[in-house]
């Protein structure tokens, strides 16, 4: 329907098969800022594997006191309030720093995920899940399955059903009828942590960067399925204008995939070009909007989202586009570097000590472990 967008991304994916056997999943990771009882699903299905949920809190509908009290009795419960992002000895990137004020996403989910890679590391887990609050597993077996693929595949992500998985100007494009696929993403991923070492910039589509070398995509896959929570991405416009800068570097990336080109070539005239196209795009699901079949207010709705994408898109620059990825190239070896110099912990209170930064208040943390012995790293206390 437009010659300026890939809707799908699909066909970079290989098919995987199904693995020689399922695998343990170390624990479940699921950052969250709803309110705890989000998280029941999460608590079940990880009773359901024998593994602890590690849920990471903030805001102000959440913390770890709450979700330790709605645990199950069976549920090993690693609850941590993150309060401050400072707090952390987790790298300053310069990924955040090259980035205008204008640009810069306001949220802590990537730094969630990556103190939950740091965690995994100094416990010695070699295969957890990210989980979002929001996402409903079927079939428990689905991740044991992608753990079991893991031993060929840096992460593995579940299909996403039920509601889609995209952008505001995805969704958009999808209303004036446009075919549009999800990718995989952070929602459903089982990672494996001791050779694939990746971080998650604080961007939008920070887990398309996670799944990304330095030249193309890491090696992954895609099995089982998950359940998306309907969700309202027209409900305002700045989710548009806070999506707009990660949404132009990730498919801008992937388009060059997608034409089995690399990295590498994602230089200034790639850029220019691109945001070209990004910006034709743009205008052209406006054009069609008028025929939608929307209702009016609902009409009125998208269009203020595009608008809001569209007016943020006209701010960024080809060069900015080059030297964020090239900050990004540097984050990877400084994370690189950083975590393989953490060191191992026996406990998840020692742990958490470890990656607090001196000087800043502790985090504040809730366990309720089972009774069987789990082995030091995996005790929780």
Known sequence: MSSDHHA???????????????????????????????????????????????????????????????????????AIDLTSVESLILPRFETSSVLPAVFRRGTDTAAKRNLALALARVLGWERIVFLDDDIEVGAPDDLRQAAGLLDDFDAVGL??????????????????????ESF????????????????????????????????????????????????????SPDRARK???????????????????????????????????????ILGILDRLPGANLGHGERRRVEEALRASLGRLMLIRPDLCSRYLDAWRSDLKVWRDF????????????????????????????????????????RGD
């Not at 299909?159 to 549009?180: L, T």
């Not at 801008?252 to 034709?280: C, N, Q, S, Y």
């Not at 953490?342 to 366990?367: D, E, T």
């Open 339 to 378: 975590v393989e110099c953490l060191p191992r912990a026996g406990s998840v209170r020692q742990a958490l000590r470890l990656l607090a930064r001196p000087g800043h208040p502790a985090m504040n943390v809730h366990l309720r472990t089972r009774k069987r012995a789990l082995g030091s790293a995996r």
């Open 8 to 78: 799908s991304h699909r066909h970079l994916l290989p098919s995987a098969g199904a693995p020689a056997s399922h695998a343990r999943i170390d624990a479940i990771v699921v950052p969250t800022a709803r309110p705890s009882l989000y998280l029941k699903h999460a608590v079940r299905l990880s009773v359901e594997l024998g593994c602890p949920l590690v849920a990471l809190c903030s805001g102000r509908w959440t913390d770890a006191a709450r979700v330790r009290a709605l645990a199950d009795p069976e549920a090993e419960i690693i």
């Open 184 to 235: 995989i993403g952070g929602g459903a991923l089982a990672v494996e942590i001791s050779r694939n070492i990746s971080f998650f910039p604080d961007i939008y589509n920070e887990d398309w960067f996670y799944m990304l070398e330095s030249d193309g995509l890491r090696p992954l896959a895609v099995t089982g399925q998950v359940r998306q929570a309907p969700y309202d991405p027209f409900r």
């Open 243 to 281: 999506e707009e800068f990660g949404d132009v570097l990730a498919e801008g990336i992937f388009w060059l995939l997608d034409e089995g080109r690399t990295i590498d070539e994602a230089h200034d005239p790639h850029w220019t070009e691109f945001l070209a196209r990004r910006r034709r795009f």
């Open 159 to 180: 299909s996403i059903g039920g509601f889609p998985d995209n952008s505001v100007v995805c969704h958009a494009y999808r209303a004036v009828g446009g075919e549009q």
